[in-house]
């Protein structure tokens, strides 16, 4: 059993930026892929960004050019920086693990982990 505990959501104004943070359990050495998802009131949860153990990722064609995903093995926690945030960034972020695949992909079903959400909310 891997927990998954996710931080640093809050309030921003448009055009900032926020840090969030995954941190594992269990040893990064031991997780593959790590994706987030965010999912607002009203919406259908949306793949917003990928790092697989290596270090590749994919983003979503909305956050491309904002978002850097990022792994600390160290720390076992995966970051996931957002710039130039909008208002339409406004949702739940949840991110989610991977044990025995390194490939970031949109299925639910592949991971196994799920960190318990944190709140974003862009507003001025």
């Known amino acids: 059993q891997v927990q998954l505990v996710e931080s640093g959501g809050g309030l921003v104004q448009p055009g900032g930026s926020l840090r969030l943070s995954c941190a594992a359990s269990e040893s990064m050495h031991r997780i593959g892929a790590v994706v987030w998802y965010r999912q607002a009131p009203g919406k259908e949860r949306e793949l917003v960004a990928g790092?697989?153990?290596?270090?590749?990722?994919n983003y979503a064609d909305s956050v491309k050019g904002r978002f850097t995903a990022s792994r600390d093995n160290t720390k076992n926690t995966v970051y996931l920086q957002m710039n130039s945030l909008k208002p339409e960034d406004t949702a739940v972020y949840y991110c989610?693990?991977?044990?025995?695949?390194?490939?970031?992909?949109?299925?639910?079903?592949?991971?196994?982990?799920w960190g318990q959400g944190t709140q974003v909310t862009v507003s001025s």
């Open positions: 989610a693990a991977s044990m025995g695949r390194d490939y970031v992909h949109d299925k639910a079903v592949m991971y196994d982990y």
């Open positions: 790092i697989t153990s290596g270090g590749s990722t």
